[in-house]
């Protein structure tokens, strides 16, 4: 089977770094997701790691290590239109299910 | 626009009636797939269908019967509505390929009282 965990809620400061955690176990990854979710919306892509090391995207980046199944994702100089849901998400080869974690509610302080 | 489209956005309604979700993709992707968001968030993979043809089935009660009518279209059939069916619904698409990162639908918020 397949488990992924990340912390439930976080609280950082406008302006400031977090870094959100991400583990996983399963036997056929092929690739890990993280999304965004805003309170009433739809998960939008943020990112996608299938190999070791990080992955830059603006305030955005995606880190992963396969050998220790683990990602994490970091935002800086936050601002307040980043609080929201961050979900993990990994792929498996075996089956083609895209798995979801139960999302890291992120809140951000003025 | 392209994107993904559910309807309805809202639907409330009695225990036991049955209820249809309708999605539509116009990115030409092959696969398509419903999710279920619990009131905890937790986001779960309930279909997936590669071009017409199912490929994953979750576990899920029989009442709940996916249709696609063609790779554009993956609409949901609910039978006998129950109480915990209450849900945020997601349609999503993905192309095939090594980066298959999944569009969503906008959700169909489920009350069912």
């Known amino acids: 089977g397949q488990n992924i965990d990340q912390p439930t809620e976080m609280t950082a400061t406008e302006g400031a770094i977090v870094q959100i955690n991400c583990t996983y176990q399963t036997s056929g990854f092929n690739g890990l997701f993280w999304y965004q979710q805003h309170a009433g919306e739809a998960p939008t892509f943020l990112s996608y790691n299938v190999l070791d090391g990080l992955e830059e995207k603006g305030r955005f980046s995606s880190f992963l290590s396969r050998s220790k199944g683990y990602s994490y994702l970091l935002l800086k100089e936050l601002q307040m239109k980043d609080s929201a849901s961050y979900l993990c998400?990994?792929?498996?080869?075996?089956?083609?299910?895209?798995?979801f974690g139960k999302g890291t509610r992120l809140h951000i302080l003025p | 626009d392209t994107a993904v489209s559910q309807t309805p956005k809202y639907l409330v309604t009695q225990m036991g009636n049955d209820k249809s979700i309708k999605c539509e993709q116009n990115?030409?992707?092959?696969?398509m797939y419903w999710y279920k968001q619990d009131s905890k968030k937790f986001l779960k993979i309930m279909f997936s269908?590669?071009?017409?043809?199912?490929?994953i089935n979750e576990t899920v009660p029989n009442r709940f019967s996916p249709k696609s009518p063609d790779k554009a279209h993956l609409n949901l059939h609910i039978n006998s509505l129950e109480l915990g069916d209450s849900a945020v619904y997601f349609c999503?698409?993905?192309?095939?390929?090594?980066?298959?990162?999944?569009?969503f639908g906008s959700g169909t918020q489920l009350s069912v009282l």
């Open positions: 990115l030409g992707h092959d696969t």
């Open positions: 999503a698409s993905s192309p095939r390929g090594p980066n298959e990162k999944l569009f």
């Open positions: 269908y590669n071009n017409k043809e199912l490929i």
């Open positions: 998400a990994v792929r498996d080869w075996r089956d083609d299910k895209i798995i």
